[in-house]
């Protein structure tokens, strides 16, 4: 079982993360006693890419992956923004639940005469865990007087909106 299932599974009983120590995922329980550490597992995935230039820019396309294409200046650039593509195609595909497919032995690439074949890889532990602590933007209203009051007490929206969320869900 990937370490992935099993914290969907700690996740689904209550528990809830609160740190990592080396390789170890920490989870606590609100009600339960002590800590569940987790050993996080290297998850790298490895898949060829064809690259071309075509004039401006080193074009980056993966056989295995159709619409997983991205672009560089130069050939460092279109390798690092073949890295992002990558592992951006590939979380998504996780999200929809889509079956990824088995990368393409690269002595099996059939690539044009102008395309060079290179091997792309990615820690999809360590993006799968960038993408779970991501922040995002939210817009609230609330009332002149409600903002007043707080902007006086000096309360932070943003962890006060955190910290009630938190309590309500039960994390």
């Not at 390789?23 to 569940?36: A, L």
Request: glycine fraction near 6%; aromatic fraction near 6%.
């Amino acid at each position: 079982m990937k370490s992935s299932e099993i914290i969907k599974i700690l996740e689904s009983d209550g528990w809830y993360w609160v740190n990592t120590v080396g390789s170890h995922h920490h989870f606590k329980h609100p009600t339960k006693p002590g800590r569940r550490r987790l050993h996080m597992e290297k998850d790298i995935r490895i898949y060829p890419a064809l690259l071309s230039e075509d004039g401006k820019y080193v074009c980056v396309r993966f056989p295995d992956l159709p619409g997983c294409n991205t672009f560089g200046e130069d050939y460092a650039d279109a390798i690092a923004s073949a890295k992002d593509a990558l592992g951006g195609h590939l979380l998504c595909m996780e999200e929809d639940n889509d079956p990824i497919p088995s990368p393409t032995p690269v002595n099996k690439l059939q690539p044009e005469e102008d395309e060079i074949a290179v091997l792309i890889d990615v820690r999809m532990d360590i993006l799968r865990e960038e993408e779970r602590k991501k922040s995002v933007s939210k817009n609230v209203t609330i009332p002149a007087w409600l903002n007043k009051m707080a902007m006086e007490h000096k309360i932070n929206f943003s962890s006060a909106l955190q910290e009630t969320l938190r309590d309500r869900l039960g994390v």
